[in-house]
């Protein structure tokens, strides 16, 4: 039967017990022991979901073709018929059975010391409780006397408290309190808390404290991390994330500062907040900028005040990040930043790059001549339909660096652009790919150099083109603004773009900074969609009907969204890292 699945899961939670404590923990942080390191919680689950039904977004959701073929086929038809037959047997739909379960709430904890996991709700009503448990407990004792199976529950008991064990653990109720968990010492010391009173708990614990205390009380849901008990476990895989190292650069440039600042972080906080069509995960962690060392200065600037500048606008942005790295710094500190393998290479990288610039050093006289604050910005592509439109359309993107002596590096980046733009050519030529013809551009207060391919014979106004038509290799020069970009038109926008004002204070303490319009993503996918389709079925092996339909609907669900952000700031001694996601209304 289908509502085979939903008991898999509903029974290790359902038991009964009548009997009351000495002093009642209101909390389930009270009922776990200190030496949990990992606590998550759903203050209102029901609520939770009522929400969820009644907005927009499930309105628009039920809308989709996507869902409405979901809704018609048969395994969706068929857990519906199992989930109706339950509902009928318990006497409440699910909705009220998730309110009699978690009214109170609904926790997850790990302890570090019985290995043990727990799953707690705090109930509507302990009468409520007992009877669903009654109901939902003989139906599945039922269905396993059709089938002749055993009875799934062997009932033991602990200091007058019932516990049905199975296979998978042990469950019990007392009050209005449901707990489960897959280890007894556990499970016994939670049934200690819940007779003799809260005494020493997760609840008493200082780091837990002070994420309780940071996070706040307006979130969906939060959870935290004790992290002193596992930076000292005998784990390889978290020696190496306390380590403070990444594999590569390109981990180094992106998580740096956060993997320096887990290394003496106490605990790990994240929290789940919904405002009107928002909805952003926070993570949070304890961070003093003023403690920044020397090696990681190049991620959060000296003593932490590196800040990003607010991300250029652009008409039609696709996807936009603004970030404060001293990439220049971090290059010449990479001895003490890689292993020897990594060095091993960005050596050999640097002397071919130094050639390539003609002597200069990459890192200090390249790198070096940039500010830290960068940007990195895409636009989806508009093609002429005078010239060949490629069969697969890149969108467009550049790398926005400001200059610190514009004079110099102007004419610096010149030389060195035209010297690739020629490198580039005669390898072309060699391998049958199109060459570029350069031509210069005046600004009002700059110029642009670019280089457009030169169409083949024959491939004037080819519709189904090398994909190198996508590219129009392009820099800009603007005041101390520096441009290199895919495509011409993204750099004039660039280059003859005003700067962006802070949106609010908050901005100020903004290391990095990201954004992606959901609008133009699903426009820039749908430009592939027959090249998208091609991939699902020579990856997954779909028939094309089934590959369409899989396409369709992922593009049709994009339309849901406004975009999504990210956003990673230091403040009050916090280092918060933000994900967001805008739905539309």
């Not at 607010?310 to 710094?329: A, C, H, K, Q």
């Not at 005046?442 to 190198?468: C, F, H, R, V, W």
């Amino acid at each position: 039967m289908p509502y085979k699945i939903l008991f898999s899961f509903a029974f290790p939670l359902i038991a009964l017990n009548s009997g009351s404590s000495l002093q009642a923990a209101e909390r389930a942080e009270e009922l776990l022991p200190a030496s949990t390191v990992f606590f998550a919680e759903i203050h209102d689950p029901s609520a939770t979901v009522e929400g969820f039904l009644e907005h927009s977004y499930f309105t628009n959701l039920q809308k989709l073709d996507a869902f409405k073929q979901l809704t018609q086929s048969p395994q969706y038809l068929q857990g519906m018929t199992g989930l109706r037959f339950v509902e009928f047997q318990i006497g409440m739909s699910w909705q009220n059975a998730v309110k009699t379960l978690s009214a109170g709430g609904m926790s997850l904890a790990f302890d570090a010391k019985t290995e043990g996991a727990a799953v707690i709700f705090k109930g509507e009503d302990p009468e409520k409780l007992k009877n669903l448990r009654d109901k939902v407990i003989d139906l599945a004792r039922k269905d396993a006397e059709n089938k002749g199976n055993e009875d799934p529950y062997q009932v033991k008991e602990y200091r007058g408290i019932e516990v049905y064990t199975t296979k998978d653990g042990g469950f019990f109720t007392h009050e209005n309190w449901l707990i489960a968990g897959n280890k007894g010492e556990l499970g016994k010391s939670i049934i200690d808390a819940l007779l003799d009173g809260p005494t020493k708990s997760l609840a008493t614990n200082v780091n837990f404290k002070k994420a309780k205390k940071a996070v706040g009380a307006r979130n969906l849901a939060w959870a935290f991390i004790d992290l002193d008990p596992l930076r000292s476990a005998p784990n390889k895989d978290l020696q190496k994330l306390f380590s403070g190292k990444a594999d590569n650069p390109a981990g180094e440039l992106l998580l740096g500062g956060v993997m320096e600042s887990l290394k003496t972080a106490s605990h790990l906080s994240a929290s789940i907040h919904a405002q009107e069509n928002r909805l952003a995960l926070n993570v949070q962690f304890p961070y003093v900028s003023a403690e920044t060392p020397e090696l990681r200065e190049y991620y959060f600037g000296p003593a932490g005040t590196g800040r990003a500048k607010p991300i250029l606008e652009v008409p039609d942005m696709l996807f936009g990040l603004s970030t404060y790295r001293n990439v220049s710094e971090m290059w010449l500190r990479g001895g003490d930043l890689f292993n020897e393998q990594i060095n091993d290479g960005l050596a050999q990288a640097d002397s071919n790059l130094s050639t390539f610039f003609s002597g200069k050093d990459f890192g200090q006289d390249i790198l070096g001549a940039l500010s830290p604050n960068m940007q990195i910005l895409a636009i989806r592509q508009s093609y002429s339909e005078e010239a060949p439109i490629p069969a697969i359309k890149i969108p467009a993107f550049a790398l926005l660096a400001e200059m610190k002596d514009p004079k110099t590096t102007t004419r610096e980046f010149r030389r060195i652009y035209q010297s690739f733009i020629g490198f580039f050519n005669v390898v072309g030529a060699m391998n049958g790919q199109p060459q570029f013809e350069l031509d210069f551009e005046s600004l009002d207060q700059g110029e642009l150099i670019s280089a457009t391919p030169i169409p083949e014979l024959g491939e004037e106004t080819n519709k189904q083109a090398k994909i190198n038509y996508n590219f129009s290799p392009t820099v800009g020069f603007s005041g101390e603004r520096l441009v290199i970009a895919s495509s011409t038109d993204l750099a004039r926008r660039l280059a003859t773009a005003k700067k962006a004002e802070a949106s609010s204070v908050a901005s100020t303490e903004t290391n990095t900074e990201m954004v992606i319009n959901a609008d133009q993503l699903q426009l820039a996918l749908d430009d592939n969609r027959s090249h998208l389709i091609t991939q699902n079925i020579l990856k997954e092996g779909a028939t094309r009907e089934e590959a369409t339909q899989k396409i369709g609907l992922f593009l049709e669900f994009l339309k849901l969204f406004e975009q999504a952000d990210l956003k990673l700031s230091t403040r009050d001694f916090i280092l918060d890292l933000e994900i967001g996601v805008q739905l539309k209304e």
